[in-house]
């Protein structure tokens, strides 16, 4: 016989002896269960029932796992350093009340007509500078000592030969002194005279008349400084004494004798004035 043969026969016969076995295992196991009488009847013809074989099931899921959440990132943005923003107000820091600085020092600049009584139509023009030296009694009422004098302007635009000097004590009422504009009456008395302008100390002394004036004037008041324009009205009086003389030339310096008409030197003048001026107030 085939020797592949006879192996195959063997190995079914060595497949086939544990279910002999396992056959009359259960063939037993029945014999002695009817002899014990445990069966039911309906057992008992029904016969052996066999257990179906219990498969076990391989169960294989397929388990997604999701990703874990990220955890939270706090991101801090730093914002830029602010930058000063300086918001201009629609309104000006107030000033300060008028009575905080009561003492103001000013300087104006300006011109002067004179004419002498006799002819009135023949006026002498002078540049006129002033400096003054105010104080603020009270807020409307304010008193000035002041100082003045200029040359004489002919028509032509150049020194004469004459000259003002004159110094005055005045008083000032101002109808809005808190206002920034603001205008003002003034009145005041001194002294002035009209020489040569290369007279002696004795010659200006002899000249010297009382000095009446009368003015109005507008101011523009900022924290310590102010600029203001005055017209006055000014009238030079007459003298006591007849001894005092003035002579002023009608002709320039020529080659020939120069004609000259004396003048009383208490002959009366009149006029006016206009200047424009800054104070500093403190």
Do not use: K
Not at 109 to 133: I, K, N, Q
């Amino acid at each position: 016989m085939d020797l592949s043969v006879v192996m195959h026969a063997r190995s079914f016969a060595s497949s086939l002896a544990p279910l002999s076995f396992v056959a009359l295992a259960s063939l037993a196991s029945v014999a002695h269960a009817q002899a014990a009488g445990e069966l039911a009847p309906e057992d008992a013809v029904a016969g052996p029932q066999l257990e179906a074989p219990t498969a076990e099931v391989e169960v294989q899921a397929e388990v997604q796992l999701a990703p874990p959440a990220p955890a939270p990132v706090t991101v801090q943005i730093s914002a830029p350093a602010a930058t000063p923003v300086r918001v201009a107000c629609a309104t000006a820091r107030p000033r300060a009340p008028v009575m905080a600085n009561r003492w103001a020092v000013g300087l104006s600049l300006g011109s002067m007509s004179l004419a002498p009584e006799s002819a009135p139509d023949d006026p002498t023009h002078f540049a006129l500078g002033e400096l003054a030296l105010r104080f603020r009694a009270t807020r409307h009422l304010e008193l000035e000592l002041a100082a003045g004098g200029g040359r004489e302007q002919t028509a032509d635009d150049q020194d004469g030969d004459l000259e003002v000097a004159a110094v005055t004590l005045a008083a000032r009422y101002r109808f809005r002194p808190e206002a920034a504009w603001n205008w003002f009456v003034m009145g005041g008395i001194g002294a002035a005279a009209v020489t040569f302008h290369d007279a002696s100390d004795q010659q200006r002394e002899d000249a010297t008349h009382p000095m009446g004036m009368l003015g109005i004037g507008v101011e523009r008041r900022f924290r310590h400084f102010a600029l203001q324009a005055e017209a006055r009205a000014v009238g030079l009086g007459t003298r006591d004494d007849d001894d005092a003389m003035e002579v002023r030339p009608l002709a320039a310096r020529v080659a020939t004798p120069i004609i000259e008409v004396p003048a009383r030197a208490d002959e009366a003048r009149s006029g006016g004035s206009l200047s424009i001026g800054l104070s500093y107030y403190f």
